[in-house]
């Protein structure tokens, strides 16, 4: 196809994706952490680095941070950014890299610890009100790893009494997503380990809490659409966590494992009113362990508009009116048709007509800006997964 309608192109001129801070410092898996020429040394090279994917795409208008990682002068920051042409969004919280928490932090059987946990996140509230975001996400890298070893029931009681004190505290313009992880760290059982979990301890909080799914976070063969769809027909979901996976929690570039997934889920997002919500963020949560950082998360950005372009393709009435009619070839026909239309070229042309470049990945390339990082960055230490 050569031209996109004038609906789908006002829909992806609205578009907007949050990068995550940590994506443009090094990371690795446990074996080793590989270290990449320009690597950001603060948070401020982070953000200036996510600017250069606003910059290419128009479609990445905000950034995550991670607390304590990015910690710094937020005032300074936030005039950083803008002057960036970007802004600041979404806080997240750890509870994952302190000794005090190896037995878990807001379900901790210790008072004392439960509450440096709780503290943390009014931290990160007040993090919120100098930078201006809007939402505090939390994953909990809370369980156990033997049968036995924890009273279940008992830690998702005192969850839920830490959420409570944390929604508390949240501003009346604040919201607080809460994500599920089927396993990892812990490996028998996690204390938030899937959406109905997350769902059950949001929903007692009240209208400001969230769920957020993180799209690597399933078992292998889930419908994770469906979850989509239940979530956006509860007014539960808050904001995914965007990347693909081939075996766990791969955090490798979103649409890269498995497009058709990325296509399902953004039908559904379109389906359910998720898409352009403001009630639904749009978040990248990935590493780039061996590729360029820049690029990687331009590349990500561009497959998340491109399988919304197809999503957008869907022929609506003729889809409801074989699925009415229990025509089953046809539905699945006329799903199809849209996932296998090539968009590529419409989209680099509607690009160029708005005076992006046609092919960010390629204008990327041209500047000269990784060189320049290269160079510019030596000396300091360069931040990771971590620091
Ligand atoms: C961890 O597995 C989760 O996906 C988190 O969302 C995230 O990767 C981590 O908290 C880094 O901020
Ligand atoms: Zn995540
Ligand atoms: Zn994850």
Known sequence: MTELSPDIRAELERQAIELPSWAFGNSGTRFRVFG??????????????????HRYTALAPTVALHIPWDMCDFDDLRKHAEDHDVALGTINSNT???EDYKFGALTHEDDAIRQKAIDHHFACIDVMHATGSRDLKIWLAEGSNYPGQNDMRARQDRLQDSLQQIYARLGDDQRLVLEYKFFEPAFY?????????????????????????????????????????QLLRLGKLGSFDFNSRFYADDDLIVGAADPFQLFRILFEVVRGGGLNNPDVAFMLDQCHNIE??????????????????????????????AQTANDVLTANAVFMDAFYTDVRPALAAWRE????????????AASGYQQRIAADRVGGVQAGWGA
Not at 36 to 53: L, S, W
Not at 294 to 299: A, D, F, L, S
Request: with cysteine; charged share 20%; aromatic share 6%.
């Open 36 to 53: 990449t020429p320009g690597t950001p040394r603060d948070p401020f090279e982070k953000i200036a680095d996510a600017a250069q994917v």
């Open 96 to 98: 994952f890299q302190d």
């Open 189 to 229: 059982h996690t204390d938030v380990p899937d959406w109905g979990t997350s769902y059950a301890q949001v929903a007692s909080l009240g209208d400001k809490a969230m769920v957020c799914l993180d799209t690597g976070h399933h078992a292998p063969g889930t419908n994770i659409e469906f979850i989509v769809m």
């Open 292 to 321: 360029d950082k820049i690029p990687g998360q331009i590349r990500s950005v561009l497959n998340v508009q491109e399988m919304t372009a197809r999503a957008l393709l869907v022929d609506r009435d003729a889809l409801a009116a």
């Open 353 to 364: 007509s708005r005076g992006l470049p046609s092919d960010p990945m390629a204008a990327y």
